[in-house]
């Protein structure tokens, strides 16, 4: 069984009124596929993925006092430390700081292949996206936004926090 083919049941309720005006909850219980990424994950992973590359950014800046040459070799860097950790732990040490895994599609770490893809891919999510918004007041702002997920959806990886790893383990089991 695969996290992918997991299903599991969601009871939506929502407020009405009945016949004599009384509040009473209406539920409706459907079937949904299960989603182990937790929400608004894209900050945590940004910090995760900086916490890293700064790491090796002053490392590098130490011996060589080269800002762009150390910033390069510093996202070579942790796209190989990065590939091996998943494969190996799960986590590297920024992830770790905010206790998040890196699964593939049978709740494992990712092979060292799938992990230096996901890896190399990460690239793509270090471009922001920008759209205009409206604050309540209506005064116009521009948003930042980090697509996290593109790699993840490319090579079929999950990000979760560790403590859910075991509940998806029996998930997996009792399936």
């Known amino acids: 069984m695969k996290i992918s083919e997991l299903k599991h049941q969601k009871v939506v309720q929502w407020p009405t009124k009945d ?9 409706f219980e459907y079937i949904s ?3 182990p990424i937790y929400k608004n994950n894209e900050s945590e992973r940004l910090a995760a993925k900086l916490i890293d590359l700064s790491l090796f950014f002053l490392i590098l800046y130490l011996f060589t006092e080269k800002i762009i ?24 040490l920024g992830k770790s700081i905010f206790k998040i895994r ?19 891919l990460c690239l793509i999510n270090l471009f922001p996206t920008f759209t205009e918004g409206y604050t309540r ?3 116009s ?23 859910m790893m075991d509940k998806i383990k029996v998930m997996l089991r009792n399936k």
Request: aromatic share 14%; proline share 1%; charged share 20%.
């Open 141 to 163: 702002i521009m948003k930042i936004n980090f697509n996290m997920h593109l790699n993840n959806k490319f090579c079929k990886t999950y990000i979760v926090k560790k403590d």
């Open 33 to 35: 596929n299960f989603n």
């Open 102 to 120: 890196v699964i593939d599609d049978y709740a494992k770490y990712p092979n060292l292949k799938k992990s230096f893809k996901r890896n190399f």
């Open 19 to 27: 016949l004599e005006g009384n509040r009473i909850y209406k539920e």
């Open 69 to 92: 040459f150390s910033i390069t070799l510093a996202i070579l860097c942790v796209i190989i430390y990065g590939s091996l950790l998943d494969h190996l732990l799960g986590t590297t």
């Open 137 to 139: 007041m209506g005064v």
